[in-house]
Structures are given as C-alpha cells and as structure tokens.
C-alpha cells in the first residue's frame, strides 16, 4: 500500500545573495510519521523548516499540501494550514507569562463578548493554558510567571507544548533538545510521541542523533545545501546517518574503531 503523503516539497532552491542554502530538494513528509531532517551546521535545515512555515519564500520549487499546492507567504498562513513551528531560537516573548505566550496570535479563542470582560478573558486564558499544560503533563509552578524566569527545559516544554496543541497536521521542532538535562530530554521525546500519537506528523531536527533515534520513523540528510539520502529509522543506524551527514568514508583503525575519513565533496 503506497504510504499516505500529507506534504510534499519539489524542487525546492533558496538563494541568500550568492549563496545557496538549498539546491533543488524534493522531500515528502508521512501521514503521522517523525522524520528526522539531519545535517550539519549550516546545510540547510532551518532554511528548508522556514520554507515550510511560511517564515522564508523559496526562489524556485513548490509545496503540496495533502496534495493541494500552498504559497504560504506568512508564517500566520501556514499555522491556519495546521503547520506549527517551533524554531531554534525559540519564539517564545520573555515578558509575557506562560498563559500568554501558549495564546500569542490566538486571542481570538478566548475572546468573551468581543474581549469587553478583560479579566475573566485573562482568567479563561490562563485555565485553558492550565489545561494544555496538564494534558502533555508539563509541569510549571506558576503560569503567572514571565518566561524569562524559567529554565530552558521548561521554555522548550512551553514551546513545544504551544506547537502540540495547535498544529492540526504537522508539527516542526527545531533542535527542541538543545541544551536540556537529560530528564527534560527524556520529557521532550515524549511529547513527540504523544504528537504522533494524536496522529500528526512531526519534522525533527537535532544534531543528537541518539535522540533522533529514539522518536523517527525516517531520515532524512542535507548535506551543504542538498539531500543525500533519506533512510527508514528501523533499517539504518547512527554509522550510516554520520557518514550521510559529513560524506565521509569509514576507515577502521588496527583498535577496529570506526572513524570518519572526509571525502573531498
Ligand atoms: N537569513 C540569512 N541570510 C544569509 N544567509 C543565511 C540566512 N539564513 C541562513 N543562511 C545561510 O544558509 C546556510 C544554511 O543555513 P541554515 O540555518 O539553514 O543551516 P542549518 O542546517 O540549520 O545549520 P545549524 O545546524 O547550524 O542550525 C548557511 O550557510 C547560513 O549561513
Ligand atoms: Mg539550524
């Protein structure tokens, strides 16, 4: 059975001046499957994720959308498509408190008889960013709290959790493990699965490979601006994504340790 596609990008080049931090990639996303977008620094994957969110406009190529071709010029168009990104360097607004950040750009929803009752709308906010909080068992001591007192485990949650309760389709992490203590590691993993298994599909980005590991489905690897090789999870291992990832070759030592050996790409 041909597996169900819900976004497809083709042929997809960005140009910043004479550099070209994309060159013509083609990648389809699953029907609620992880995909791990692998690469080293700089190859292009949080250009390729803000193409997608609607945060940068590709110079040439196009994405589909379960199969309907989308021009998000914005990234406010692509979360009404059900896109929901949280970017590397998170986008969360230091002097707002918890419940405020979960609802930025959605007051709307919590809007009571045209926003005249300011307080209860403040109370309403604040219960339901309770709710989402408790619903992916994150737990902040105090919604009250601006973000800027957290620890970036709990950022990264909040973060996280902003994208888990509104993405409809598909959900963008990049590097949402960064710098976090292992525990809260462990507790980022699991809101992507618990993502999945709401039946969204997840982009991941890590340089962790472990932890790409412990969530995807699939990888996929840029390399200085192209894709190299797209793997499913289950038939492939961290040697062959690393030796994807550098376009190295392997080279035993007489110890039998695998290094890598750079080619010249
Ligand atoms: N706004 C920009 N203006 C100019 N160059 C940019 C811009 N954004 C990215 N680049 C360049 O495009 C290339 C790809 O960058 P990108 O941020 O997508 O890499 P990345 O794979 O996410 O790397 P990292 O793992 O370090 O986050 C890099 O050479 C980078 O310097
Ligand atoms: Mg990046």
Known sequence: MKKDVILSLRNITKRFGALVALDDVSLDLYRNEVLALVGDNGA?????????????????????????????????????????????????????????????????????LGGTFK?????????????????????????????????????????????????????????PTAALAVKEVGHILDLVKKCKQKGISIIIITHNLEHAFMVADRFAVLRVGKKVGERIAKDTDIDEIVKLITGGTFVVSKKGERKIKADSM
């Open 44 to 112: 292009g994957k949080s250009t390729l994720i803000k193409i997608i969110s609607g945060a940068l406009i590709q110079n040439k190529g196009e994405i589909y959308l379960n199969g309907k071709k989308v021009d998000f010029a914005t990234p406010v168009e692509a979360k009404r498509a059900g896109i929901e990104t949280v970017y590397q360097d998170l986008a969360l607004v230091d002097t707002l408190n918890v419940a405020n950040n979960l609802f930025l750009g959605r007051e709307e929803q919590v809007s009571l």
């Open 119 to 175: 307080f209860l709308k403040h109370r309403l906010m604040e219960k339901k960013a309770q709710e989402i909080l408790d619903t992916l068992g994150i737990k902040i001591p105090n919604i009250r709290e601006q973000v800027k007192y957290l620890s970036g485990g709990q950022r990264q949650s909040v973060a996280v959790a902003k994208a888990a309760a509104f993405g409809k389709n598909i959900i963008i992490l990049d590097e």
